[in-house]
Every structure is written in C-alpha cells, then in structure tokens.
C-alpha cells in the first residue's frame, strides 16, 4: 500500500472513531447506562435521560451522518482521492 | 360523506398513483430492474430508503409498544434509528465503490469463494421471507378492518398490487412509488398527531409537545402521565427498563445491526450515482425516518394518557382516581370503543357489577396499591386494549374528522406495500443475479436473467402471501429472527470484508456460519424450530432467557460477536487471502474511481 492510500485511510478510521464514540455515549451512554442519573435533570417537562432515549439520540444520530459525510468529503480532496 | 366511502376514495387514489408511477418508470435493463440505474439523487434516494424500512410494524404497532413499555420502549427508537450511523460509516459508500447489485456478490468476490456467497444467499433469504410474511400479514389485517373484507381477501389484493409494480417497475419502479408512498405515510402519522398535540398540550409540534405542560393544569405532561399511571398501579412511565439495563443494552445493540445488515436496506446505496451520494443518502434516509420515529413517542405518551382519560374522568380534574364516580359508566363509553369491541383488540368486563369500567393493573407488586384497589371495592382490571389498535384508534378516540381516519387507513397500507415490494426485491435479486446467473447458469443472458428475476418475485409473493394466510404461529418472532440473522451473519461478513484486508475466506465462511447458527439455536430454543409450535427446547439450554437474562429477540448482538470472534480465530490459523484480493480491499476504501453500478462478474 502506498503512503497517500495509507494516510488517507488512518485519517478516515480517525474520524470514524471519534464519531462512534459520540455515537455510543448519546445512545448507550446518556439514554441507557446513564439515564437514571439524568433523569435528575429536566429539559423542559422531560426528564433528560428519558429525552436521550426517546428524542435526543436521535437528532444527533442525523447530525453524526452529516458531519461525517462532510468531513469524509474534506478527507478525499485532502488527499486527492475524490471522485471526478 | 361516510366514513366507508371516503375509505375507499383514499386507498383507491393512493393505488392508482402507485400504479401509474410503475407503468411511467418502467424497467428496461437488468441495470435498471436491480439498481434503478444508479442514477436517483440523495433526497429521493433517502424518502425511498425510510419508505422501504418503515413497515407496517413501524408504522401500526411500535407506538402503541412504546406506550406500554414506557421509557424501555426506547430501545426500538434508539435501535432502529442508531444502525443508519454504522450504515453510512461502516457499510454504504464501500458496497458502493464496489459497483455490484448485491451483498451476496460482495461477500463472493471479496472472500473469493463460491460457498460464502452461497451461504449469504442462504442468510439473505431467511432473513428477507421471515420479514415479509410479517408484512403480508399486516397487508390483510389493515385491509380487512378498512375495507371491511376478509383478512385472505385483504391478502389477495395486497398480493396483486405488489405483484404489479414490483415486477414490472422493477428497483426503478420501487424507488418511484416508495417516494409517493413515503409521503402517503407519513402525512398520515404526522397529521393526527398534531391534532392531538394540541388537544392536550396547546402545542403543535407533538415533539415539543411531549415535553410541555398538559393544559389544564400546572404539571407537564409526562409528569402527569406518570402520576396517574403509578396511581393506578402500573410502573412509571418515565423510567421503566425493559427487562433490565443489560437486556436494554444488548436489544438495542441487535436492532442497531441487524438494521445496518438488513440486505433490502443495504441495497438501495446500490441506487445513487456516486459514492458521496451514498454517505449522505443514509443521512436523508434518518431524516425521513426521524420525522416518524420522534413523532412515534409523543403519540405513544398521548394515547396512553387520552386512553386513561376516557376512561377515568379523575385524570383530567385531577382528583382521587379510586373514587367510585371517577370511572366512566359502562352505558355512556364512547363508540369508538364499541366499533373496536366488534374487532376484539379492544374487551372490557364488569367483573365488580357497579356498572362501571375500572382500568388499572391487578398484577401490580405493591401491596399498599393492591389494598386501596381492594378497598375502593375494584376486582381486577375491566378494560383490555391490545397495543396494535394505539394508531390506528388515535384519530377516533381524539374524535378527529372521517378524512384523517381514512388517511392513517392509506398510510397503513403504504407502509406495509413498500417495505413487502423492497423486500421482494431483495429475494428476486439474490435468486435470480446470485444463485442463477453466479452459480448454476453463468451465461444466462441478460434478458433470461431479467425473465428469471421476474419469476422469482412472483414465486415469493406467492409463497409470502400463503404463509401470511397459514401463518406458523409467529408475528412477532419472525421479525426478531430476521434482525437476529442480518445482525449475526450479514453484518460482521461485510464489515471485515471492508476493514480487514487479511480476513480470508475460511474465517468468513466460518463466522457467518457460526453467527447464524447459535442465533437460530438461541432463537429457536424459545420458539420452536422454524417456529413450530411444541418443538422448543427450553430445560436444554436451562430455562428461559438463560443467557444472562437476554431475552431472544435481543440475541443478535451476542451472535455478531460470536461471527466475529470466530472469524478471527479461524483466519489466524489459515493462509491469508491472494494479493489481488488485497488489492481489491484498498480500491474500495478510495472514492475515485467509481463507476456505474453492473452486473458484471
């Protein structure tokens, strides 16, 4: 494997990275394994865990596919790897 | 106008326009029939995708779940939205660079190997049929209680729209109609739902709505929902888990995979021009996913509490909900629940005889709850409301006009039709691309290939519809089968396919293998083998939901992780995968270079 294809790759596993871990802490993190203890806190009439699971996740879910679909976007012409 | 007629006005103009989108976007090439071309923008790409994935399940039962599992119904919100992420990060743009029809065909090439995609057909096809009997059911169960028809008759009809704009649409005519159908279904959740927003909470939006204060008093909504539901003896809303937090965490994982690993929804990234497209089509998918899924809570915490509300007049003033005045009179019900009594989803019982109707759980834990029913003279619970019946009953029980009554009527259909015609899809394409021309006949000509496709569809809508008229005793297993499979075969498969350049085909054929068989072992334990009734083998694996307190819907995850592990163990110990194979793996992770999708091998 040459050296572009191989930065570009690491670069791409770097972001996905980071986008699973955010991924994770909203679902299973805040609206699951959290929840309780969010709950404490109230986000208008909802409690905030439950709004996690039930709302919250959600919207960040779109806005994680967007983000990296830009991002992803940055990394190809980054590395010239875009398509024509 | 009557409710009936305009029914039939509604449905009859939402087939009509499916109907004519097919004949307009007619199939020619093989291209066309199986990948649209490859040529439907994002956005459309994106309403087609929420379409194909919304079924009837989505659609009719996950609210009225939700509003009876509470919080711990979030786990379908979470699961079934949360795998479009690993969709279009782990998955999409790669099958898309890779320019063929199928996942079969991937997992063939990329594990250079004859049997591995023989044995993703395999997987392909239980998990596709499983789900589609599911969907005809629905088909004939919405057609039956619009149409007044039998629930075969309401199977028939469903069975002859299919058959007609799938075969001869093709994946050009799906997409096309499913657009059409998408926004059928979801002006027809959404619309209802902002009625009954405003009824309760003066605000339009339901997803605001949930969490404003219910009109008429100084609490908010899911505050007040909570108190009347652990006044009358149920758990509160807010926090109750389903099962426990590890048996949350595990379903919602299932769900988040076998979504990204159902292969009717991997095949649509197959439908846009550029790899690119792919990455954002998923995202447009969620959002059009989204504008159902987060309005499907607020209809499910509004239904629960206008359900108590009808039936126990205390939930409005907010006084003693155990007052012998505060349940309604048998005599003065509304008819909205005399017209679902006839259908039997919806039974009450004076079991006290004072002439009124006491709703409440009579298998409640807590011993000073049971002795205030007690004394308040309350002998079991009077009103049973099957969870299905939540959507489609809203519009009536908010008492909204007979229009939007015979809009949820078309939604229902929409949904159900859309995701049986992609599924369809799926089957034909693995049949006929798959096992005919990658197999047994390689040199089949596309116009045979074409005529092949064809007659597999047929062949499975008839299949599809018999089971769905001799159902085996499953409605609700078959789903979680077919989650469970996607999750424990599919998904692993295509993942190390794209991330491990090393995985060779020993260690694929052995995870997949290994996934679907203690998934079906841990499934089949509960539900009898193929679902037969009476051959499960519960005492053999040490009682019900013996691992861990998973319950078998929740399992894929477990087999995902048994696939992977095996796959590993099995590639350390043999040789690793040719140098072009290699070679091939690193074309796909870079965009340029993409071309059309064809059927080439």
Request: glycine share 10%; aromatic share 12%; proline share 4%.
């Amino acid at each position: 494997m040459d050296d572009v294809s191989k930065n570009y790759w690491s670069a791409v596993l770097g972001l996905l990275t980071k986008i699973l871990i955010v991924w994770f802490l909203v679902s299973f993190g805040a609206g699951i394994l959290f929840a309780d203890m969010l709950n404490t806190i109230k986000l208008g009439g909802y409690p905030l865990g439950f709004w996690f699971a039930h709302q919250g996740s959600m919207y960040i879910f779109i806005a994680l596919i967007f983000y990296y679909a830009k991002k992803m976007g940055e990394i190809d012409r980054k590395f010239d790897v875009h398509e024509d | 106008m009557d409710l009936q007629t305009t029914i039939y006005l509604f449905v009859g103009a939402s087939f009509a326009l499916y109907i004519g989108i097919a004949i307009w976007a007619r199939a020619g090439s093989t291209s066309e029939f199986y990948a649209a071309g490859g040529s439907v923008p994002p956005v459309m790409n994106g309403m087609a995708t929420a379409a194909d994935w919304m079924s009837a399940a989505s659609f009719i039962s996950m609210a009225g779940l939700i509003s009876n599992m509470g919080y711990g119904g979030g786990l379908f919100l979470m699961g079934w939205t949360g795998g479009y992420v690993l969709l279009a990060m782990l998955l999409a743009p790669y099958l898309r660079k890779f320019g063929k029809f199928t996942v079969p065909q991937f997992i063939g090439d990329r594990f250079y190997s004859k049997t591995a995609s023989t044995v993703a057909v395999i997987c392909l096809l239980t998990a596709s049929l499983t789900y589609i009997i599911g969907q005809m059911t629905g088909v004939g169960v919405a057609f039956s209680r619009f149409l007044g028809v039998t629930s075969e008759t309401g199977i028939y009809v469903g069975m002859a729209i299919v058959f007609a704009y799938a075969v001869f649409g093709g994946m050009k005519g799906i997409t096309y109609t499913q657009v059409a159908q998408y926004c059928v279904l979801i002006a027809a959740y959404i619309i209802p739902a902002i009625f009954i927003s405003l009824q309760l909470t003066g605000m339009p939006i339901p997803q605001l709505g949930l969490g404003s204060g219910f009109t008429g008093s100084d609490m908010s909504l899911l505050a007040k929902l909570d108190q009347v539901v652990v006044d009358l003896g149920f758990g509160k809303y807010t926090t109750t888990t389903a099962g426990s937090t590890l048996n949350m965490f595990v379903y919602t994982m299932s769900l988040m995979i076998g979504t990204a690993g159902l292969p009717h929804v991997i095949m649509r990234f197959f439908t846009v021009p550029t790899v690119a497209a792919a990455r954002s089509s998923a995202g447009w998918a969620l959002v059009f996913i989204a504008l159902l899924y987060t309005t499907a809570p607020a209809v499910a915490a509004m239904a629960r509490l206008n359900l108590h509300a009808t039936v126990n007049t205390a939930v409005k003033t907010g006084g003693d909900l155990m007052a012998p005045e505060a349940s309604i009179l048998n005599e003065s019900r509304p008819d909205w629940m005399k017209r679902w009594e006839k259908t039997g989803l919806l039974k009450w019982a004076d079991k006290n005889g004072d002439g009124r109707i006491q709703y409440y759980n009579d298998k409640s834990k807590n011993d000073a709850f049971k002795a205030k029913a007690e004394a308040a003279g309350w002998k079991g619970n009077e009103l049973t409301v099957n969870a299905d019946i939540i959507v489609l009953a809203n519009p009536e029980i908010a008492l909204l006009p007979n229009w939007v009554i015979a809009l949820v009527a078309a939604g229902g259909l929409a949904a159900a039709l859309s995701t049986a015609a992609g599924l369809l899809m799926a089957i034909s394409a693995a049949i006929s691309h798959d096992l005919v021309k990658g197999i047994f006949a390689p040199n089949i000509s596309e116009k045979g290939e074409l005529m092949t496709g064809k007659i597999a569809m047929a062949v499975s809508i008839v299949v599809a519809g018999w089971l769905g008229l001799n159902p085996p005793g499953f409605a609700a297993g078959t789903v979680a089968l077919a989650f469970g499979i996607a999750a424990s075969s599919l998904f692993p498969a295509i993942m190390m396919g794209i991330f491990s350049k090393k995985m060779n085909k020993e260690g694929a054929v052995a995870g997949m293998l290994a996934g679907l068989f203690i998934t079906l072992f841990y499934v089949f334990a509960h539900k009898g083998i193929f679902f037969i009734k009476g051959t499960d083998f519960l005492p053999m694996i040490g009682g019900a939901n013996s691992f861990f307190g998973i319950t078998p819907e929740a399992f894929g995850a477990i087999g995902a992780l048994v696939n992977f592990a095996v796959a590993f163990a099995v590639d350390k110990v043999t040789k690793e995968p040719p140098e072009h194979i290699q070679h091939m793996v690193e074309a796909v992770r870079i965009p340029r270079g993409s071309k059309m999708v064809d059927g080439a091998h």
